[in-house]
């Protein structure tokens, strides 16, 4: 998290937190997911009995931060998150570094993402091919999720990648998601003329990859032969 912060802060963004606990409005309602969104099931949020949520990801901190400051905007959160799941690569408290940039209208575009984002996933991963595939999010479109050649099965005489278990024999990590802001967040929060790119990523995904760990449930169940690779 400190290596992926610093790297954003010496692009001049800032970082900005945000509570824990949450509202609907923040969490959901803001970011384009109305009450009865077919979207929302993939949160697997918790919620609690006064209708508040532990958040199930860092965009609510992008909603707080354009209702008291106003653009441009450069800032990513960084933070924990929530939400039930627990298997090989998902436990239901992670961490999450999202960011956001808003600027006066069409001053950026998805061309400034995908450079961003490329140049940070090569800062972060070394020699990796990227690609960019057409998905969805509710809170932007257009969306896209962002892969890596995968680093397990890279032949170093090529620099592809031939097909491994972790990548599924593809070739191919999935590691974050991004995409334009939509409309209706921007709306939400009272802006207007304004164009913007967000992105988010887990970081013990990155983790995982960098550390080559098999299993997510490693990072928390303190075996001393795990933490010791790590002195």
């Given at each position: 998290m400190?290596?992926i912060?610093s ?31 077919p979207?929302?099931?993939?949160q ?6 006064d209708g ?25 959160a ?6 039930k ?6 436990t ?11 600027e006066?209208e ?5 061309a ?6 490329e140049?940070?996933?090569t ?7 990227v ?6 999010f509710?809170f932007?479109?257009p969306?896209?999720?962002v ?6 099965c ?7 990648s ?10 191919w ?15 939400a ?11 988010g ?12 760990i ?9 075996d ?8």
């Amino acid at each position: 998290m400190a290596q992926i912060t610093s790297y954003f802060q010496n692009l001049n963004f800032s970082v900005e937190e945000g509570p824990l606990v949450e509202d609907d409005f923040h969490n959901f309602e803001a970011l384009n997911l109305p009450k009865y969104h077919p979207a929302r099931d993939m949160q697997d949020t918790f919620y609690c009995n006064d209708g508040a949520v532990l958040r199930t990801h860092t965009s609510p901190v992008q909603i707080r931060t354009m209702m008291s400051q106003k653009p441009p905007i450069r800032m990513i959160a960084p933070g924990t998150v929530f939400r039930k799941d627990f298997d090989i690569t998902h436990t239901p408290m992670f961490h999450q570094i999202e960011g956001l940039v808003v600027e006066k209208e069409g001053v950026v575009s998805f061309a400034n993402l995908k450079f961003v984002m490329e140049e940070f996933l090569t800062h972060m991963f070394g020699d990796v091919e990227v690609r960019f595939r057409p998905s969805f999010f509710p809170f932007t479109e257009p969306s896209a999720e962002v892969d890596i050649s995968c680093i397990f099965c890279k032949d170093e005489s090529t620099g592809k990648s031939s097909g491994c278990r972790v990548c599924s024999h593809t070739g191919w990590l999935e590691v974050l998601g991004c995409g334009i802001v939509d409309e209706n967040v921007f709306k939400a929060v009272g802006y207007e003329k304004v164009s913007g790119y967000a992105f988010g990523l887990g970081i013990e995904r990155f983790a995982m990859l960098i550390h080559k760990i098999g299993d997510l449930r490693s990072l928390f169940e303190s075996d001393i032969r795990l933490l010791g690779q790590f002195r």
